[in-house]
């Protein structure tokens, strides 16, 4: 399969609502579009203008298949690899920005296209002079963690998410 990763537009945002709702139906997640999906809706407002970086990954005949967020901050408050919460939310202490909304459609695995965003995201916060990197990932996405441990990420933290399902989810760190 022949795939590149390129930013996102907001033109694709019906493409990417596909692919991250595809995986939820896939593990019978609530989708919540008016909530915890609205970003999704609007790419150029939560992402493109803000200064974060959001990809897509799209075959050759045009099918979008995958997806992946870098969202940039200030340094947070602890040490690398402690947890703390801010603004009532659990988070990786010594991070400066976040991996988002990696998601590869069902149909779409084990062909090296999370590989390929995973590394996308990195090469960039590498760029940007980002030093810590937090990941916060539902319990249930084993293979993303085995994934994420490729990149040399780590689980240092447990949260309850804010979604409508209240996920369990695991923090990992990667030391950029």
């Known amino acids: 399969m022949n795939v590149s990763i390129r930013l996102a537009t907001a033109v694709d945002v ?17 989708w919540d579009p008016a909530g915890y999906h609205a970003d999704l809706y609007d790419l150029q407002a939560h992402y493109l203008d803000r200064g974060h970086a959001f990809w ?26 402690t947890s703390r919460v801010i603004d009532d939310a659990v988070r990786l202490g010594g991070c400066d920005c976040a991996l988002a909304r990696l998601y590869v459609h069902p149909l779409a695995r084990r062909q090296g296209v999370g590989s390929m965003l995973v590394g996308t995201v990195l090469e ?24 994420y441990g490729k990149f040399g990420a780590v689980p240092v933290s447990e949260r309850i998410c804010y979604d409508p399902d209240e996920s369990p989810e ?4 990667i030391r950029l």
């Open 14 to 30: 019906e493409e990417v609502v596909r692919v991250i709702r595809a995986v939820y139906e896939e593990y019978s997640f609530t």
């Open 56 to 81: 897509v990954a799209q075959q050759e005949e045009g099918a979008l298949i995958g997806t992946g967020a870098l969202k940039f901050f200030d340094t947070l408050p602890g040490a690398p690899g």
């Open 170 to 173: 695991c923090g990992l760190l």
């Open 124 to 147: 960039e916060a590498r760029r940007r002079g980002r030093r810590h990197l937090e990941i916060w990932s539902d319990k249930r996405f084993l293979n993303a963690h085995r994934l």
